[in-house]
């Protein structure tokens, strides 16, 4: 049976056109929200968190918040609202991990630093099995240069979650502040595998070992995909995009990238600077169009 050029239509074009809808979850206040393990933001002080892009299809949904212990739901297709409710916890190794990872967030010199990894400690000697806990603690670890201890910590984690993507994403990280590009990688790859190819952290984490090769069109199709999977929440990326494309030579794609960057943080750390080379993009971008 042939299929005339109108159902042909419908079939390609009609799964976009609701690919991504509105989701509102609700919980506890201030509470993190993570789908599919990628997290999406934090409810509001009324409990609330509305993301405006979420593509069709089942997703998990993880929300945690301080003092409480941690839920996971499913979100169903078509389904526009979730409700996750969660109750009080008195577990001191759960209470001791939360209090860690809201350190480590805050922590902005060494002291506070060597705060949060001496609650994680905590944390773990409360409970030896605990991979989130060990992987806090090896984000913390890294971005202080102690690679050996963030490595030890990556390896504790495993031996409690052999499967992790999480933590081989963090140890593609390790490697790559350490220069062992080749080990980044594989620990990056391994990262997707283990989460089924959502992985936005590996995949930026990929983009950033291709520039350090000077691969720059490698890195901007790792940046790319991990822009696909994050929604517009992290702008940052596009900044990273945007000069990915400079040094490509491909001002166009730059300027679109940059001004994604300022649509979703105007007022971001980049904000200023970006605006500062926009109007030369533009005209290198104006030129490049007139080139026969």
Do not use: C
């Amino acid at each position: 049976m042939r299929l005339g050029f109108a159902v042909l239509l419908f079939l390609v074009v009609a799964p976009s056109i609701h690919a991504q809808a509105s989701v509102t979850i609700t919980s506890e206040p201030n509470a993190i929200v993570w789908i599919d393990e990628i997290r999406r933001g934090t409810t509001d002080a009324s409990g609330k968190l509305t993301l405006t892009k979420v593509s069709a299809g089942r997703h998990s949904v993880r929300v945690r918040a301080n003092g409480f212990k941690e839920a996971t739901a499913g979100l169903l297709p078509g389904r526009r609202v979730l409700a996750v409710k969660l109750l009080p916890t008195t577990d001191p190794a759960e209470l001791k991990f939360q209090e860690a990872e809201t350190a480590r967030e805050k922590a902005r010199d060494e002291p506070s630093m060597e705060k949060a990894a001496d609650l994680y400690r905590e944390a773990i000697k409360l409970r030896p099995a605990f991979p989130a806990a060990q992987v806090g603690l090896a984000r913390l670890l890294m971005s202080v240069n102690d690679f050996k201890g963030a490595h030890a910590a990556i390896d504790a984690a495993r031996r409690a979650r052999p499967s992790y993507a999480e933590a081989s994403a963090v140890e593609g990280r390790i490697y790559r502040e350490e220069a062992f590009d080749d080990d980044a990688i594989r620990s990056f790859r391994r990262a997707i595998r283990e989460a089924g190819g959502v992985q936005p952290e590996a995949y930026v984490g990929m983009a950033k070992v291709w520039e350090d090769k000077g691969d720059f069109a490698q890195a901007i199709v790792e940046y790319k995909k991990a822009l696909a999977q994050l929604s517009d929440s992290e702008p940052l990326i596009y900044q990273m995009l945007g000069a990915a494309y400079e040094r490509v030579e491909k001002p166009k794609e730059a300027v679109t990238a940059y001004e994604k960057y300022l649509e979703l943080a105007p007022n971001g750390s980049y904000a200023a600077a970006i605006r500062s080379i926009l109007t030369q993009l533009k005209r290198e971008a104006a030129g490049e169009q007139i080139i026969p």
